[in-house]
């Protein structure tokens, strides 16, 4: 069965910088766009960043420009987001998800979303 699984949430100070993971299993996802989405208590889940399956292709919320990047490894069948400069309003539950297209999953329309990690960011 496919699936997506995050990691490399936790508790880090404003300014400081955390790399999440999602590894894929049950299927390769090589082929599919991934994306990081994130859901703060009593808000609704946002976009935070996708990558094309070739990884040529990246787009961000503009919150998160020049301070968040999006990587994949296709022969890892995983995908990063290295969050830098972090703030107090980055904090939420991260989640990951492929889509069979990048505008897909940039509007959230995700194939297979994972479990989420959770990223508290202190002041």
């Known amino acids: 069965q496919a699936q997506l699984v995050e990691s490399g949430g936790g508790l880090v100070q404003a300014g400081g910088s955390l790399r999440l993971s999602c590894a894929a299993s049950g299927r390769t996802f090589s082929t599919y766009a991934m994306g990081w989405f994130r859901q703060a208590p009593g808000r609704e889940r946002e976009f935070v960043a996708a990558?094309?399956?070739?990884?040529?292709?990246?787009h961000y919320t503009d919150s998160v420009k020049g301070r968040f990047t999006i990587s994949r490894d296709n022969a890892k069948n995983t995908v990063y987001l290295q969050m830098n400069s972090l703030r107090p309003e980055d904090t939420a539950v991260y989640y990951c998800a492929a889509a069979g297209t990048f505008r897909g999953v940039v509007a959230q329309k995700g194939d297979y979303w994972g479990q989420g990690t959770q990223v508290t960011v202190s002041s």
């Open positions: 990558i094309s399956w070739t990884g040529g292709t990246t």
